[in-house]
């Protein structure tokens, strides 16, 4: 194996190299969801993954671990502060918070609490195992605060990081159907609470266009839902298993 491959660079390289392809691909496509930038980065990296571990006659798990991890982590620790700015707009829109927080906080732990059941009874139905099943309880949270409790519920973190990463796409992808259909945008804060629990920080992008109550609303969701999942997934899951 290569010292370059070795180095940290090589993680963040491939990171960022492919998440690039991922929004060329989106531009050209006008917008495709199928091309949304996060997962064709995670798809086009783990085949690239596989291709280098064929390639120099290695497992696909020790080249992830020895050489893209260093670099992977790095780029990993810039999550964390990226969702404290969410803290932000939530100053910004305080009146709101203000005058509906009862409301916004009852809405986002009934409704947590409707989706960890339907996990478990989805697993069940599928015949998930309880690693998996745990993987899939927080993944309501956006994927800074969804990783590291499902490691602590003992969780497959991999599998928590694809659920929140494809919820984020399928909520993109869904996102104006649902608000048509449904004509969820006569309530600016329910859908910009929903889109932000639903669609972490792409939810709240797509929230932005919508109107600023709306991405306001979502950029809360985002805030209040991670640490309503902080609170009440280690006890569910220990209540449960």
Request: glycine share 10%; hydrophobic share 55%; net charge positive.
């Amino acid at each position: 194996m290569s010292t370059l491959i070795t180095t940290p660079f090589f993680g963040i390289v491939l990171s960022i190299g492919v998440y690039l392809i991922g929004q060329w691909l989106f531009k050209k496509s006008h917008g495709l969801f199928i091309f949304q930038p996060l997962f064709v980065a995670m798809v086009l990296g783990i085949a690239i993954l596989v291709l280098l571990a064929t390639v120099l006659g290695t497992s696909t798990a020790k080249l992830y671990t020895t050489a893209y991890k260093p670099g992977g982590d790095l780029i990993f620790w810039f999550l964390s502060p990226a969702t404290i700015a969410f803290a932000i707009p939530l100053y910004k829109r305080n009146d709101i918070i203000k005058k509906y927080w009862l409301d916004i906080l009852a809405s986002l732990v009934i409704g947590a609490s409707i989706s960890l059941v339907a996990i478990v009874g989805i697993s069940k139905l599928m015949g998930l195992s309880e690693v998996a099943t745990k993987s899939m309880l927080p993944q309501a949270a956006t994927t800074a605060i969804a990783l590291p409790i499902a490691t602590s519920i003992g969780g497959n973190s991999a599998v928590t990081a694809m659920a929140c990463i494809l919820n984020a796409v399928i909520i993109y992808a869904l996102g104006d159907w649902l608000v048509k259909t449904f004509r969820l945008n006569r309530n600016p804060i329910g859908v910009g609470l929903g889109l932000g629990t639903s669609g972490h920080t792409i939810g709240s992008a797509y929230a932005l266009k919508l109107g600023s109550v709306q991405g306001s609303m979502a950029a809360i969701a985002v805030v209040i839902i991670g640490i309503v999942i902080d609170l009440i997934v280690p006890i569910f899951s220990r209540i449960l298993f």
